[in-house]
């Protein structure tokens, strides 16, 4: 924390005015910088705005708000700016999208509000750390204790779909799918809110505590709608924008595949899968489960990295893909060796070998590997068929499969 650094831009250019931000001479100083800021609010255009950074963005994208409102959620973003890592500004002119973010997902993001939290939760809790808290304006001070607290009574409040109808902060005529949290709130686009996608595991793998358990559960096991062989759809295949299938080199009329526009509108990106592991994994070992309970959290979690195991084998790279198109097909403009693809699934099997009771057996890497061997198999943890499972029977938990003999040249 101490480690000596310095910004590349100045902050006079965006920083809110009656809000001073600390001066910055180590790692500290950043971290308080970017956190004052949001708190503060940011209102500033990108340096060198235009087609120079940006050559199919569209004026007003380039204005970039963000801040801090009164639940404690993080927020920014507009219409015109792809505001987090679902990125993509259409280009095709032929099928008017250039310019459009296909998923602009302005408002409070769920995962940005997870991560906010699982930050302040850190710097709360951190002796070392310089700040006590942010300051909002020239009156008004928020430590970082409060605003975790505050994160944690408003997240549901605002972010939870309940299937009986029955909320406070939810539009139920645009609700598609309940039993779910919100993707956002605040999109200007109402319905947006609403949709079904794969970020609300990011939340809570990383802030577990916002949620309340009985309905991560439930929105655990809707999650199995987005579930592919490698990765998670992100969007639900019944919303009426899906389009599973990305081919960036589209250069037809349908806006919403044209370019690959819908590179997050359905297509199967393997990185989310890790978070989603982790958060299972997190809420069915809750603070009363059996040994049994944690058997089994185990084997589930197995069973579903059985198809990465026999990817990573048969793969040329030894890897896996950022993305496939749906229900696990190879997209050639996905790139073939991704690395936050393996690296949240190495944290999801980290997660599942320490998670567990220390002096449980179950905690062992003989007992993990023993359940991936069962999920291989296509066993659940009582040694039963699973529906659907199956695979080939490896020799080893992580052993490459048996390959069927190469063909005998025809003479």
């Known amino acids: 924390l101490s ?15 009656g809000v001073d931000l600390p001066k910055v001479g180590c790692l500290a100083d950043v971290m308080q910088v970017i956190l004052q800021a949001h708190a503060a609010g940011i209102s500033f255009r990108e340096w060198n705005a235009g087609k120079q950074i940006d050559e199919h963005m569209r004026d007003p994208g380039f204005n970039v708000i963000a801040g801090v409102n009164g639940e404690g959620f993080v927020y920014g973003g507009n219409t015109l700016n792809c505001g987090t890592w679902m990125d993509k500004m259409g280009s095709s002119d032929k099928a008017a999208n250039r310019g459009l973010p296909a998923t602009p997902r302005d408002g409070a993001d769920v995962e940005i509000v997870g991560l ?7 710097l709360a809790s951190l002796k070392e750390y310089p700040y006590d808290g942010v300051q909002l304006r020239a009156d008004r001070s928020m430590s970082f204790g409060s605003w975790s607290r505050l994160l944690e009574v408003s997240f549901e409040r605002w972010f939870w779909i309940p299937e009986d109808g029955k909320a406070e902060h939810c539009e139920m005529k645009m609700v598609n799918k309940a039993g779910i949290y919100k993707d956002v709130v605040g999109c200007a686009q109402p319905w947006c809110d609403y949709q079904h996608r794969p970020n609300c595991f990011i939340a809570m793998a990383v802030a577990p505590e916002m949620f309340t358990a009985s309905r991560a559960l439930v929105a655990l096991e809707n ?37 690959g526009w819908n590179y997050h509108q359905g297509p199967e990106w393997v990185w989310p899968l890790g ?8 809420f069915m070992c809750g603070k009363d489960a059996s040994p049994e309970d944690q058997h089994h959290a185990v084997a589930t979690v197995m069973r579903v990295l059985r198809h990465h195991r026999h990817h990573l084998w048969g793969n040329p790279w030894r890897s896996l893909p950022e993305l496939t198109n749906s229900h696990g097909a190879y997209c050639g403009h996905s790139c073939p060796a991704q690395a936050w693809s393996v690296g949240t699934l190495l944290d999801a099997l980290h997660t599942v070998q320490t998670g567990v009771d220390p002096k449980s057996p179950l905690a062992s890497p003989v007992h993990v590997r023993s359940n991936a061997l069962r999920a291989a198999n296509g066993g659940d943890h009582h040694g039963a068929a699973v529906p659907n499972g199956g695979g080939v029977a490896p020799t080893a938990a992580f052993a490459p499969p048996k390959r069927a003999p190469a063909p005998t040249p025809a003479p």
């Not at 480690?3 to 005015?17: D, H, I, N, T, Y």
């Not at 906010?116 to 850190?122: G, L, N």
């Not at 990765?231 to 595949?257: C, E, F, I, Q, W």
């Not at 978070?275 to 994994?281: D, S």
């Open 116 to 122: 906010a939290k699982s930050t302040v939760r850190w």
């Open 3 to 17: 480690a000596p650094l310095r910004l590349r831009f100045p902050v006079s250019g965006w920083q809110e005015k």
């Open 223 to 259: 999650g199995e709608d987005l579930l592919g062989p490698l990765g998670m759809s992100t969007l639900d295949p019944s919303d009426l924008a899906y389009r599973g299938d990305y081919h960036n080199d589209d250069d037809g009329v349908d806006k919403h595949t044209a370019q």
């Open 275 to 282: 978070y989603y592991l982790r958060a299972r994994f997190h």
